[in-house]
């Protein structure tokens, strides 16, 4: 199972662009990267996938390298609500799904 | 919007008991999966369900932990007995389908906490 890496924290300001980064250079070609966040006592909620392309929702972008080896997931105007832990994962082909340490995003006034 | 729902929400036990968590999946979806989460670190998978069939129990402590999904809609997860390295979060989640990209987005429940005192 592909491994990730991910800076343990960040800080963010109110209304600007956070950039996640992950480095999952042992990807396999068949496997996507799928982002996580956890809201501080709730479960985990998912935010976005992609396989090769980028991908844009109503949370969040995902830009992936066009060698797959890393990822960068943005939250365009981020708010103080989106202060969590975020993981970036990649997905087995069996579905699983192994949750590293993320990165802690601090959203500050 | 559909929810996946566990109970209890919170258990405190004394170590050498039995405790039963209950997670009840999104309407539909075949998969599921138990996680473990410790304080401060990140989510261990301890079973995942396809239907009523166990996928991977790879990581479950089976000298103590059972889960069960007997058809194939809601299951339990069984610790006996409880030790104080339990402590943690137990989290349930769902999807609809086992593989394929545009349908194995994972549902979390709001969790259990377990305290083992």
């Known amino acids: 199972d592909a491994k990730t890496t991910q800076p343990p924290s960040m800080d963010c300001a109110e209304g600007r662009a956070a950039n996640l980064p992950c480095n999952h250079s042992?990807?396999?070609?068949?496997?996507?990267v799928y982002w996580y966040r956890q809201i501080h006592s709730q479960g985990p909620q998912y935010i976005i996938h992609g396989l090769k392309n980028n991908e844009t929702n109503e949370m969040a972008s995902l830009i992936i390298t066009e060698d797959r080896k890393s990822s960068t997931l943005i939250l365009p105007h981020a708010t103080l609500r989106d202060t969590a832990v975020y993981y970036c994962?990649?997905?087995?082909?069996?579905?699983?799904?192994?949750f590293g340490q993320g990165t802690t995003l601090q959203v500050k006034p | 919007e559909a929810e996946v729902a566990q109970s209890p929400r919170y258990k405190i036990t004394e170590k050498s008991q039995a405790v039963a968590f209950w997670c009840d999946p999104i309407s539909g979806h075949a998969t599921l999966y138990w996680y473990r989460q410790i304080l401060g670190q990140g989510l261990e998978l301890l079973v995942q369900?396809?239907?009523?069939?166990?996928?991977?129990d790879s990581q479950l402590p089976k000298d103590r932990f059972s889960a069960e999904r007997l058809k194939g809609v809601d299951s339990t997860l069984k610790i006996q007995p409880a030790e104080l390295g339990d402590s943690a979060m137990y989290l349930c989640?769902?999807?609809?389908?086992?593989?394929?990209?545009?349908?194995?987005?994972?549902?979390f429940g709001p969790g259990t906490r377990l305290t083992v005192l």
């Open positions: 042992t990807i396999s070609g068949n496997e996507y």
């Open positions: 994962i990649v997905r087995a082909v069996t579905g699983k799904l192994i």
């Open positions: 989640a769902s999807s609809l389908a086992l593989t394929g990209g545009a349908y194995n987005e994972q549902f």
């Open positions: 369900f396809q239907d009523e069939s166990v996928v991977d």
